[in-house]
Every structure is written in structure tokens, then in C-alpha cells.
């Protein structure tokens, strides 16, 4: 579900969704409770109620805290990732430049089928949440095979090979980690834990007595409208290849990999 609404609508729908309808959820729901029970304006029970709002506040803030800083964590290292492979693969580029035309026309055809296949087909796959190694396993295959049927003959060429071989193997652990964090998503506790706690702490400031009706309004939906937000975040960085605040392929395009997208 989360997928498909962060493929489906733009951070700022979500955002007057997320926010609004939980914002106007608390408003309702506030002014019911004022009208069912009476008494809960006068504030009889508002020691108790604060202390316990107070408490339940804090645990939540928390764990949203825990579960933003975890989540932002995870797309960080998820564009580190992307960056390492397309640094890997464009020093590769650069070091075929010192081997023969021959080899170098070979694995510069592999790179560009590689990094074109990672852009064009894998991308699309892990917005899905559907990482496939299928994509781009023969363009990695072809590459290695380059490397592997090559003998260097100079003490020069020994030094690039020894490091297109490194920066080949580097790639292949960055591609498996890159789909990895494709298919990792907040545990389902952590999820039960985030979004029902809103409906936990919400109600509570329901109870909150406070004679002026927009006052209490105003209190009620700057909470909901605070946790509308924390949870909008934990939905937007929950999938690092999915929204627009995704990880980008930009990288597969630069540097001296753009010499595979000239027209």
C-alpha cells in the first residue's frame, strides 16, 4: 500500500492528506466528546489527564524519533550505495583507457549495457519494490569475462588491471546491497508501534478540558497537525526507491559515465 500511494501521488497530496485528514479527524472528534459528555470542559479531571498526556507524549515522541532517525539512516546509506556503484563503475571506465582498443571497445560496450540496464530496467523494478539481479546479470557477466580473458603486459597495464578488477567486484557488492535495500521496509511493529500510537494520544487530548471551544480546537489539531507530519515522514522514507524524495539513478549519468548517454 505504501508503494503504490508514494508512486501514485506527490509529497505535497500526500502531505494534505496525511495531515489534513488527521487534523480534521482530532477536530471532530474533540468537538463530539465536548458535546457527549459536558463535563469534560469544566476540567475536573485535566491532573490526570496532563500527567498521563505528558507520559504517553513522551514514549511516542520516542519511538517517532527512533523510527524517523532509523528510517533517514537507511536512505542515506541507500544513496551512499548508488554513489559507490556509479563511482566504481565510471573509475572502470576511466582505467580501460590503458588497455588495448580491442579490450577497451569490449568492456566499455559492457559498462554502457550495464549502466543503461540499471537506469532504464532495474530502476523501474525497485520503485516496485521488485529488485531483479536478471536486468543487469549479463552486463556484469560480460564485463568480468572481459577482465578475466585479458593478460596485461606492462607493469602499467598491471596497475589498472589490479584496479578494474577491484572496482568490478566492488560494483557486483554494491548491486546486491542496492537491492537489498530495495525490498527493506519498516518491521511491522515498528509500523503498529508509529501509526497506533496517533490513535492512542490523539483521543487523549480530547479529554483535556478547556472552556473556550477555540482554544481546545487550536490545542487538539497542533498536536494532530505535529503528528500528521512525523508520520507523513516515516511513510515518504519508509521506501528509498519509491516518491519523489527517492534515491535518484543521476549518478549512472555523470561524470564519466555520460559518455554512454551521449546521443
Not at 14 to 27: D, I, K, R
Not at 49 to 60: E, H, K, Q, R, W
Not at 175 to 191: D, K, N, W, Y
Not at 194 to 209: C, E, N, S
Amino acid at each position: 500500500m505504501s508503494l503504490w500511494l508514494l508512486n501514485h501521488f506527490s509529497t505535497s497530496a500526500l502531505a494534505m492528506v496525511t495531515v489534513g485528514v488527521t487534523a480534521l479527524l482530532a477536530v471532530a472528534g474533540s468537538v463530539l466528546v465536548r458535546r457527549r459528555y459536558p463535563a469534560v470542559v469544566e476540567g475536573e479531571h485535566n491532573d490526570m489527564v496532563g500527567v498521563t498526556l505528558g507520559m504517553f507524549g513522551a514514549i511516542y515522541g520516542i519511538i517517532l524519533a527512533f523510527v524517523i532517525v532509523t528510517l533517514w539512516t537507511q536512505m542515506d546509506d541507500t544513496q551512499t550505495i548508488v554513489a559507490s556503484e556509479a563511482t566504481d563503475a565510471a573509475l572502470i571506465a576511466r582505467d580501460a583507457a590503458a588497455f588495448p582498443a580491442p579490450v577497451r571497445a569490449r568492456l566499455d560496450s559492457a559498462l554502457s549495457g550495464y549502466v543503461h540496464a540499471v537506469v532504464e530496467k532495474q530502476w523501474p523494478l525497485l520503485r516496485a519494490g521488485k529488485p531483479s539481479y536478471g536486468t543487469t546479470e549479463s552486463h556484469l557477466r560480460d564485463a568480468f569475462e572481459v577482465l578475466q580473458a585479458y593478460e596485461p603486459k606492462s607493469r602499467r597495464e598491471q596497475v589498472f588491471y589490479q584496479e578494474a578488477v577491484t572496482n568490478i567486484n566492488d560494483i557486483a557488492a554494491q548491486r546486491r546491497a542496492r537491492l537489498t535495500m530495495a525490498e527493506q521496509e519498516l518491521p511491522p511493529l515498528l509500523q503498529v508501534l508509529a501509526f497506533g500510537g496517533a490513535f492512542v494520544l490523539i483521543p487523549l487530548t480530547f479529554l483535556y478540558g478547556v472552556r473556550s471551544l477555540r482554544i481546545q480546537l487550536l490545542f487538539v489539531a497542533s498536536v494532530a497537525v505535529l503528528i500528521g507530519f512525523s508520520l507523513l515522514l516515516v511513510l515518504v522514507l519508509d521506501r528509498p526507491f519509491a516518491g519523489e524524495l527517492s534515491v535518484s539513478p543521476a549518478p549512472y549519468r555523470q561524470g564519466a559515465l555520460a559518455q554512454y548517454w551521449a546521443p
